[in-house]
């Protein structure tokens, strides 16, 4: 029996192979685990309506937009996603409040002879705790956000009333597939018999796979790039449907480039919900967007930690996320550009670096976990594009070196990996 939270997390941590820590050595090809342990609670994914989002990049953004509209219209919302970048609470949350630790304590106590039988992994553990508080705290609706993958990632056990696949991009190919239509295929693994799927935006030979397998699911499909428009105007985004605008001037806090397709697939996803027969508004729509971060708490997207220097911090960490945070880079006018980085192991480092400016100055750093790349390493690896700087392994001493470095002027940027964002002090 655990009584403390503290050794309840050190038991999850020391015995659960955790993805985030190790890699691939954690993910369970099947959902076996999963379906055991809900089978052991009673099944509380049944409990409660929910939204599945899928997507290389911009599912987590997506999920807390939708949260946040949820919440907006007055339904008892719950959000799961993964990683937290600061305490294991963050991963689960109803209205935008983090899973109480006596809860993680409680549940791990209750399933610890199953945990022993079957060794469940960390990210298995999880998803079947957030199912678990979700019933017990009789959510209205849960958006859940798909861990790695889509087909046999742990949450692939619920039925949505509808699912969302923000987009397809590189990543994790040693797990998904060596190309983008393997990977999508794997993403499309989430469409159900029946229950109709939204894609943000078309991408040429990956459109045909989605279109295929909701049709043999006979799952309706809507792609929200065909209806959906956004367009900013005084820092104010119109949102229009089929060239009309229907939601106009949200002060949007989320500033990532890349925020336009989440908004429209966001956007299309409540439509569809609506459908379903969920009463939501417009203007609910509205709030929502306006009051993501406030709502759920949202952190790590194209976030300001200072304003002079202004200094930046994104947890883009793949080839398509780099390059999103790099095209938004040239945007904002600075004397002198500092980029803090760091990234993982198993990520396309080649295909990441060649796609960072040269004309900055490097701080390369990397977070406190085994899958991340030895500084050092990735600095060498650096040279080979023309990047150069100085190695500061811990996170927060490269970021005061570029602080004292740079003038008010001055742009740095802190980022490559969620886990660098992660051990931001001020986050």
Not at 73 to 83: D, E, F, N, Q
Not at 218 to 234: H, K, L
Not at 247 to 274: C, M, W
Not at 367 to 373: G, N, Q, S, V
Request: hydrophobic fraction near 40%; proline fraction near 3%.
């Amino acid at each position: 029996m655990f009584t403390t939270y503290q050794e309840t997390l050190d038991y999850l941590y020391a015995n659960l192979p955790m993805f985030q820590r190790i890699g691939a050595a954690a993910f369970k090809k099947d959902l076996t685990n999963t379906i055991k342990l809900c089978d052991a609670l009673g099944n509380p994914e049944k409990k409660f309506k929910s939204i599945h989002v899928a997507g290389t990049n911009g599912k987590g953004s997506s999920s807390h937009m939708l949260a946040s509209i949820l919440q907006e219209s007055k339904r008892k919302t719950g959000l799961y996603t993964s990683p937290h970048l600061k305490s294991f609470t963050e991963r689960i949350r109803v209205n935008g409040e983090e899973v109480s630790e006596a809860f993680v304590v409680d549940f791990v106590n209750r399933v610890q002879p199953v945990v022993d039988e079957i060794k469940p992994s960390f990210f298995e553990i999880t998803v079947a705790m957030a199912f678990d508080y979700f019933a017990s705290q009789q959510v209205d609706v849960a958006v859940i956000e798909v861990g790695l993958g889509g087909r046999l990632d742990s949450t692939n056990v619920i039925t949505p009333e509808v699912s969302l696949i923000t987009n397809i991009g590189w990543d994790h190919k040693d797990l998904l597939g060596d190309t983008l239509e393997k990977i999508a295929g794997e993403k499309a693994g989430i469409i159900k018999p029946g229950i109709p799927v939204v894609i943000s935006e078309r991408q040429d030979g990956i459109d045909d796979i989605f279109l295929r397998i909701a049709k043999e699911q006979n799952a309706p499909i809507y792609f929200a790039s065909d209806q959906f428009e956004v367009s900013t105007i005084d820092g104010k985004h119109q949102i229009f449907k089929d060239g009309t605008v229907v939601i106009r001037d949200v002060k949007f806090p989320l500033n990532g480039r890349y925020q336009s397709h989440n908004i429209r697939g966001a956007v299309n996803t409540v439509e569809v919900f609506r459908k379903r027969g969920f009463k939501i508004t417009d203007a609910a729509v509205k709030r929502g967007l306006q009051n993501v971060i406030r709502n759920t708490h949202l952190k790590g997207r194209w976030q300001v930690l200072k304003k002079r220097p202004l200094m930046i911090c994104d947890t883009g960490h793949n080839v398509d996320g780099i390059r999103y945070v790099t095209q938004q880079l040239k945007t904002i006018p600075h004397k002198r550009l500092h980029i803090v980085f760091g990234v993982v192991k198993d990520k396309a480092i080649d295909d990441i670096l060649q796609l960072l400016p040269r004309e900055a100055t490097y701080y390369f750093c990397q977070a406190k976990l085994p899958r991340a790349l030895d500084a050092s390493e990735l600095a060498k690896k650096a040279l080979d594009y023309g990047l150069q700087g100085k190695v500061i392994a811990d996170v927060n001493e490269a970021k005061k070196t570029a602080l004292k470095n740079a003038s008010e002027d001055d742009l740095i940027f802190i980022g490559g990996s969620t886990f660098v964002v992660a051990e931001i002090n001020e986050l």
